[in-house]
């Protein structure tokens, strides 16, 4: 890795002497995930992700749910849906369907029903109005949380562990002209283990390859978790910002308070403010993150 060549007192050293992070790119994504909206007040929640600064949500959908199209359409969940995405664009927050809320749904078995859930989020982009529309879709599958996946793994067996992920890119080159076949601008993004890439570049997980995984989604988000040091953030996402546009997933748990996480994000931003293909970062999730911002 790129990273894996400057010393860590080194990068020690920079923090000490960019204390002042205020000067990062304004434009950064600044995202949460948001899992269940519809228990929420939409007004409030906007303004509260507003007050903390948020710019996108990947907010989970559910695509059955959605008019006209999907297999239980429900009225009463789709209008709180567009009133949500209304008020969040005038805030100039986007928001990003996050769905395939399972870790089968990458399986081949299960790719049919994936790209029907994908269409009924196009179904529902083709009849809103421009400020009731998504910015992206965001899938949420991950094969490294299958059963199968860590028995293979635990075994060693990692030409199983390829099959596995070798389906989950099949998905992506599948579901990649669907989503820009409702509109080209629409961000196609992916939650991911920040360690496929590391596995790909061992030769252990070639279909973890960032670039591959690139080659179908817009954006990568790795999940970069269980840590608040600064240098292993930005160590383990590295790589895929070094091939690919990425937002940084981190983990508000990990935090001992809301300052450390603001300065860890302001950190990155400035630290590879020159890199195009880093976007920012996603706090995982909204709630947890509003409480810490609370205390």
Not at 56 to 82: C, F, I, M, W
Request: aromatic share 12%.
């Amino acid at each position: 890795m790129i990273f894996k060549k400057i010393f860590y007192p080194a990068f020690a050293i920079f923090c000490l002497l960019s204390i002042n992070v205020n000067n990062a790119n304004a434009t950064s994504v600044r995202a949460t995930w948001m899992y269940n909206f519809t228990v929420l007040d939409n007004t409030s929640t906007i303004n509260k992700l507003a007050a903390l600064g948020i710019n996108r949500v990947y907010l989970g959908v559910s695509a059955k749910r959605l008019l006209p199209n999907g297999s239980h359409a429900s009225a009463a969940y789709t209008d709180k849906l567009k009133q949500f995405v209304s008020l969040a664009t005038e805030k100039n927050i986007q928001i990003h369907a996050m769905t395939l809320m399972g870790n089968t749904f990458f399986l081949s078995s299960n790719h049919a029903k994936s790209e029907n859930m994908i269409s009924w989020i196009g179904d529902y982009q083709g009849n809103a109005s421009v400020s009731e529309q998504f910015s992206g879709i965001h899938i949420d599958t991950e094969p490294h949380t299958l059963t199968e996946w860590k028995n293979a793994k635990r075994a060693g067996d990692w030409n199983a562990v390829e099959s596995l992920m070798a389906q989950y890119v099949a998905l992506l080159s599948k579901l990649e002209p669907i989503i820009h076949g409702f509109d080209t601008n629409l961000e196609f993004s992916a939650a991911i283990q920040w360690k496929y890439n590391e596995w790909a570049e061992q030769g252990l997980l070639p279909s973890g390859d960032a670039g591959l995984l690139a080659t179908y989604l817009d954006t990568l988000v790795p999940m970069v978790y269980g840590t608040d040091s600064i240098f292993k953030i930005q160590q383990r996402s590295e790589d895929e910002f070094s091939k690919a546009q990425t937002v940084v997933g981190i983990d508000v748990k990990s935090f001992a308070n809301y300052s450390d996480i603001l300065y860890v994000q302001k950190t990155l931003d400035y630290h590879n403010r020159h890199n195009k293909k880093y976007l920012g970062t996603s706090a995982h999730y909204f709630s947890t993150l509003y409480k810490k911002s609370q205390e």
